[in-house]
């Protein structure tokens, strides 16, 4: 660290030029802070038994024969869990032992989350976060739209003028990101502002404006978990070929439900340009098996297992014709090793691979902006739920 300022004051002593500090500790603000904070928090958990998940260094498990306790941290926000009151007593004792603790009873806000709980299952949504977003954009009483994004609307790097000041698309479109994950109806439309961040146009700032005037139709829609689902996984995966009007690059687009409940969507850009649409949706069935695979992971991290191999549903019957036939295909021995995974996974019985028609298509809502009629019958299915509607 660099000499203070009034150090040679203070002590008395000369500091020789281009000196600096050795420190006894870390101090806050440091760049090796944040991982100090954590090894030193990490070691309080590792002392009362609990081990890391290899899927997600951010949760701690505990469990024995009769005991189960799961702890999820972010810096230094906790979430514990467990079917054993004293045993959570215990663990917090420890805690307020060894920190400065303040216990805020059961969990209600978490991080912008808002979270309720009843006898059938758990709901999150974000309405706090979001009706600040529209008050800090001036949308408050906006008119709401019925759809994100208009239908099939392709916007590109040149469309409209630059921004005089991008740092207003900027903001918005990164409070945007934070809303996605509990608002899968708006990670296409998230997902395609975001690539304009660099050079911001006014077409962009308006289609983001557009995505306000649709969150103020439902500030507080958001996820519903269910207590009495299953532990099957089940996963959609869709591609819009050469959909990008800059790169010609494809979308992937994939959701995920563990039982009836959804845990996992995406929507991204392929990082190359594909030959045909069908290694576009092969690519995609890629993308969600390796999702898949971490969710496994996840699970057995809580000591959990799937019930049964998972599903991959397609809509592209080529596509499903290469992950289930091994033979080398003159048009398809470009396609990198590592989409071969579906392959791999469908032959050690991990995955099983099913056709969908395209209007049970549930990831199309990932990969493009679809007509309202589309987007109302898809979000219907996501499990998403709405707990307030604005006057």
């Known amino acids: 660290m660099t000499i203070p300022q009034g150090y040679e004051e203070l002590t008395g002593k000369k500091v020789p030029p281009g000196s600096v500090c050795r420190l006894h500790r870390s101090l806050y603000g440091l760049k090796q802070a944040s991982r100090q904070w954590n090894h030193k928090l990490s070691a309080v958990f590792f002392n009362e038994g609990f081990v890391?998940?290899?899927?997600?260094?951010?949760?701690?498990?505990?469990?024995?024969?009769?005991?189960?306790?799961?702890a999820l941290i972010y810096v230094d926000d906790i979430l514990l869990v467990g079917n054993d009151e004293a045993a959570i007593a215990h663990f917090k004792y420890v805690l307020e032992a060894a920190?400065?603790?303040?216990?805020?009873?059961?969990?209600?806000?978490?991080l912008g989350f808002e979270i309720a709980r009843n006898a059938q299952g758990i709901s999150l949504n974000q309405r706090k976060y979001t009706l600040e977003l529209l008050q800090d954009a001036g949308y408050l009483g906006c008119k709401p739209v019925t759809v994100p994004m208009e239908p099939n609307q392709k916007l590109s790097e040149s469309t409209g003028t630059l921004l005089p000041d991008a740092s207003?698309?900027?903001?918005?479109?990164?409070?945007?990101?934070?809303?996605?994950?509990?608002?899968?109806?708006?990670?296409?439309?998230?997902?395609?502002?975001?690539?304009?961040?660099?050079?911001?146009?006014?077409?962009?700032?308006?289609a983001a404006y557009r995505v306000l005037r649709y969150l103020k139709n439902d500030p507080a829609q958001g996820l519903f978990y269910s207590s009495s689902t299953d532990l099957a996984l089940t996963a959609f995966s869709d591609a819009d070929w050469a959909t990008c009007p800059d790169s010609r690059r494809s979308i992937?687009?994939?959701?995920?439900?563990l039982g009836d409940s959804l845990v996992s969507w995406r929507s991204k850009k392929q990082p190359t340009v594909s030959r045909s649409s069908s290694e576009a949706?092969?690519?995609?069935?890629a993308d969600a098996t390796c999702e898949l695979i971490w969710l496994t992971s996840l699970l057995k991290s809580l000591h959990q297992s799937p019930s049964g191999p998972a599903t991959l549903f397609c809509d592209n019957m080529s596509a499903l014709h290469i992950a289930s036939n091994p033979v080398f295909h003159e048009r398809t021995k470009h396609i990198e090793n590592d989409c071969h995974v579906v392959r791999e996974?469908?032959?050690?019985?991990?995955?099983?691979?099913?056709?969908?028609?395209?209007?049970?298509q549930l990831a199309d809502l990932f990969t493009k902006a679809v007509q309202p009629n589309v987007f109302k019958t898809l979000t219907s299915k996501m499990g998403t739920h709405k707990l307030f509607i604005p006057s």
């Open 52 to 70: 890391q998940a290899h899927a997600d260094h951010s949760l701690f498990v505990k469990t024995t024969s009769t005991l189960f306790l799961a």
């Open 99 to 110: 920190f400065k603790l303040r216990v805020l009873g059961p969990a209600k806000y978490f």
């Open 168 to 206: 207003v698309f900027r903001k918005i479109v990164g409070r945007l990101l934070y809303l996605t994950h509990t608002r899968p109806d708006i990670t296409y439309a998230v997902h395609k502002l975001s690539q304009f961040m660099a050079a911001p146009r006014s077409d962009h700032l308006t």
């Open 252 to 257: 992937t687009g994939y959701c995920i439900f």
């Open 281 to 285: 949706e092969y690519r995609a069935m």
């Open 345 to 360: 996974r469908l032959q050690s019985g991990f995955l099983k691979t099913m056709h969908v028609k395209s209007e049970h």
